[in-house]
């Protein structure tokens, strides 16, 4: 345990505004990255503002009162640098990286632009179409298509998780700049924020400077979260399947529902479970059924981490007919998990990717600062080096409890993705041609 790396940041501060601050010097970084998280996304909107969040995030790239539009990219890439950002279920973020030496110069306009929005309506108009273009591909895109069927079969149209972050078309025409700006108010103020600066700083000046940027008090009344429903848990096996034309290969995904972020220690001892059943060529599915079997093109196992609940994911690419011998296969294997346990060999290899996976997301201050603004945003800066000593801590003997706990075989999530008609026959043929 005390041969542990240190992950955790040199330098955590809460301002009075409630802003939390992490810095974290790299004294041979010549860069600095900047990363500013909002504790909202999906999970915040009601049915009626879906995609809210994701609109919101691109409005604040067309500026403020003091601000005018692309003015924000044109201050940072004009220096050489970078800006971007994301939004999820459980968070929205902006980031930048910049020349060590430019960050008094830059951080100023991603401020303006994070915390002053002005969201004028033309800009609103031009924008819209912009991300009904992003919901458009997004809608041809094989790997969006088969997650947001899963996550619509475990959660529900009731549950935020289980609506796409993009929004639909219908949704984000009925998204005024009033609601946005609202929105803005509501949501980014200091005590839902976290700034993260990491690469060749100097903790003191920077902090400085954050507080300058970022430090001053909120305007208006904070929003609440609207209620949302508990995680739904299938009592039988519940499967919906979809076709596309363009996909060759089924995709299949097996799905159980597991813990929300506040049950931490099951939240690591699961993910210890994913990698046994499916991270790597030795790990047992990947070996079985891709090594040995050739069943599946691929295969992989997965603990989806969510504020509100998540789930226990097994992906594969295969052929369609494929498909009764793959899942019954799956079945076994966790039984047989559930019945006989796992071997110390196993549970250590398991424990050493895991651990090697953090450390090398942690190489670049730009990874440490988006590693280091997650936690905090969804579950506490704090919990990043317990996880490293929890998954030292884990027995055999409890990943099977948790295997047995939250796997059950007659109650699971099927979310299918299979070729059009034509498309199978036509793969088919293909196949016996070249027999």
Not at 13 to 36: C, E, F, K, Q, Y
Not at 270 to 280: H, I, K, N, T, Y
């Amino acid at each position: 345990m005390s041969r542990l790396p240190r992950l955790l940041p040199a330098y955590t501060h809460r301002l009075n505004s409630g802003l939390r601050v992490i810095l974290h010097p790299v004294p041979i970084a010549d860069s600095a990255t900047v990363d500013v998280w909002v504790q909202t996304g999906g999970r915040n909107e009601p049915p009626q503002w879906l995609g809210i969040s994701h609109f919101l995030e691109h409005m604040v790239f067309k500026g403020s009162e003091r601000l005018a539009p692309g003015e924000l990219d044109r201050a940072i890439e004009g220096r050489g640098g970078i800006t971007n950002a994301a939004t999820g279920q459980d968070y929205t973020h902006y980031y930048m990286t910049v020349a060590a030496a430019d960050l008094p110069e830059t951080l100023p306009y991603l401020a303006e632009a994070v915390l002053r929005a002005g969201i004028p309506p033309e800009e609103v108009e031009r924008e819209r179409q912009v991300v009904l273009e992003e919901i458009r591909r997004a809608a041809d895109d094989l790997g969006y298509i088969t997650y947001q069927l899963l996550m619509e079969t475990a959660y529900g149209e009731e549950h935020p998780y289980g609506r796409p972050v993009l929004g639909t078309p219908a949704s984000l025409m009925g998204l005024t700049p009033e609601l946005l700006r609202a929105y803005h108010r509501g949501w980014y103020r200091p005590e839902y924020m976290t700034v993260v600066v990491t690469g060749g700083i100097d903790p003191e000046q920077t902090l400085a400077l954050v507080e300058k940027e970022f430090g001053g008090p909120a305007s208006g009344p904070a929003w609440t979260r609207p209620p949302i429903p508990p995680q739904p848990h299938p009592q039988g096996i519940l499967r919906r399947e979809s076709t596309h034309a363009r996909l060759e290969q089924a995709r299949l995904k097996l799905a159980w529902p597991t813990v929300s972020l506040d049950a931490w220690e099951q939240v690591c001892g699961l993910e210890l479970l994913a990698a046994v059943l499916g991270d790597g060529r030795t790990s047992r599915l990947v070996h079985l059924l891709r090594e040995q079997r050739g069943w599946v093109r691929a295969i992989g196992c997965s603990s989806l981490v969510l504020k509100e609940g998540g789930l226990f994911c097994i992906s594969a690419h295969l052929e369609v007919e494929d498909l009764p011998r793959v899942e019954a296969t799956l079945l076994h294997e966790i039984e047989k998990l559930q019945q006989d346990g796992i071997g110390q060999a196993e549970l250590e290899r398991a424990r050493r990717m895991l651990t090697h996976e953090l450390l090398f997301s942690a190489e670049s201050p730009s990874q440490l600062a988006s590693l280091y603004g997650y936690y905090e945003t969804l579950v506490g800066v704090e919990r990043l080096q317990e996880y490293l000593e929890l998954l030292q801590a884990f027995t055999p003997a409890q990943i099977r409890e948790l295997a047995q706990q939250y796997l059950s075989p007659e109650a699971y999530v099927v979310a299918l993705l299979k070729p059009a008609a034509s498309n199978a026959a036509a793969a088919s043929e293909l196949q016996l041609a070249c027999r």
